[in-house]
């Protein structure tokens, strides 16, 4: 088995959808006879139960849930892993020596070089008597270390060790893919609501000062709008959220905007209802509609109107957000998009497009139609469905 845990494997399994594996194991009599072609499938299986739990990192829980089958993979009577700090899990065979595992891991994790131990042992039943330390890696960093116990350590069992620490390290190099891509959404919302929230909370709460005495119920509606809008677009849980939220707060928004423009600012819906439980990016529609009223309209003379469109497309959702207000040189336009200039002309468009782009590919950036004078149309597609996206 030891000769199957090799590195065409292991890419392999690394990159094969769950469905094809189900779709293996259904048809596991069409593999064939032959003892290498069952062994081959039992590796990638095994491979495929030990992926998931790692993909959260390396942690104690993600640990103690590959262990079992990463030992089965290596085929050693027991295995260890650690971080730089502690023993994560010692698995199998001889738990009396869990206690030394970190100590045999220490001077793997000091030079990052695979090491061959001899265990003492008095008990003449243990099938404990060398171990294999392999280094975990992220990034060119010893994170961790993996280490096979037996009863020898055989060519077959370093290399065997050597190519599932390997694949061990692709998968801890996704989960910090993951995560740094979790933390960069993070920091881009963030930095979307520094960039709406001042302005707009300024103008807010300055219109709602001038109810407050000629008309003392409208200015306490329109705090209570106010305040559902802030906690909405403060809330600090989920990357997505639904269609249907995300125009209930555009429509807070919209609401407290008519107050202060009064019939200056007309704006017209058009709505599937289709599309409303369509899952998006938290605050990916807000940003365009503050743009178009905010850089659309506020300098315009006479009654400004805004259309805001969401559309039925089979297996896509298609959303516009159009305004008749003064528009924007293309070629700046596409500067802005492009992070080459600093946007004063477009709040949130080139963080909105660049959010669009990294959850559902590049084919999904904004399309924005625009020329000096001729107002402004900002077209978003989005599929219905995408791996990885749900409003929770």
């Not at 881009?188 to 302005?199: F, G, K, M, N």
Request: aromatic share 6%; proline share 4%.
């Amino acid at each position: 088995m030891e000769y199957l845990v090799g590195s065409a494997v292991v890419a392999v399994v690394v990159g094969v959808p769950s469905i094809v594996l189900w779709r293996v194991m259904r048809g596991r009599r069409e593999l064939g006879t032959s003892p290498a072609e069952r062994a081959t499938f039992e590796t990638l299986h095994t491979a495929s139960l030990a992926g998931p739990p790692l993909r959260a990192g390396l942690t104690a829980d993600g640990a103690e849930r590959a262990s079992r089958h990463l030992r089965a993979l290596l085929g050693s009577a027991a295995v260890a892993i650690t971080d730089r700090e502690r023993l994560l899990v010692y698995d199998g065979a001889g738990d009396h020596h869990a206690g030394q595992a970190f100590e045999h891991a220490a001077a793997t994790l000091e030079d990052g070089r695979t090491q061959v131990l001899t265990i003492e042992c008095e008990l003449l039943e243990c099938p404990i008597r060398q171990v294999v330390v392999v280094p975990l890696t992220t990034d060119d960093r010893v994170v961790g270390a993996l280490a096979a116990y037996g009863q020898s350590a055989s060519a077959g069992l370093v290399r065997a060790a050597q190519e599932v620490a390997g694949w061990v390290d692709s998968q801890l190099e996704l989960a910090e893919l993951d995560r740094s891509r979790t933390l960069l959404m993070e920091a881009e919302v963030r930095a979307l609501r520094a960039q709406i929230s001042p302005h707009f909370i300024y103008n807010s709460l300055t219109t709602i000062a001038s109810f407050v005495r000629t008309d003392p119920e409208r200015a306490r509606e329109l705090l209570l709008e106010f305040a559902d809008f802030t906690r909405y677009s403060f809330r600090r849980h989920g990357e997505f959220t639904t269609l249907a939220e995300e125009l209930r707060s555009i429509d807070r928004y919209l609401i407290l905007e008519r107050a202060r423009f009064g019939d200056q600012l007309q704006v017209t819906l058009r709505i599937a209802p289709e599309v409303l439980p369509v899952a998006v990016p938290f605050l990916c529609l807000q940003p365009l509609v503050e743009n178009a009223v905010r850089h659309g309209l506020e300098s315009k003379n006479g009654v400004g109107r805004i259309t805001i469109i969401a559309e039925d497309a089979g297996a896509e959702c298609r959303i516009s957000v159009e305004d008749d207000g003064l528009g924007m040189d293309p070629e700046r336009l596409r500067r802005i998009l492009a992070g080459e200039i600093a946007s004063s002309g477009g709040v949130g468009l080139a963080n909105v497009d660049e959010r669009l782009r990294q959850v559902y590919g590049d084919e999904y950036g904004l399309v924005v139609e625009t020329a000096a004078g001729a107002g402004t149309k900002v077209n978003v597609r989005l599929p219905k469905y995408h791996p990885g996206v749900s409003a929770r």
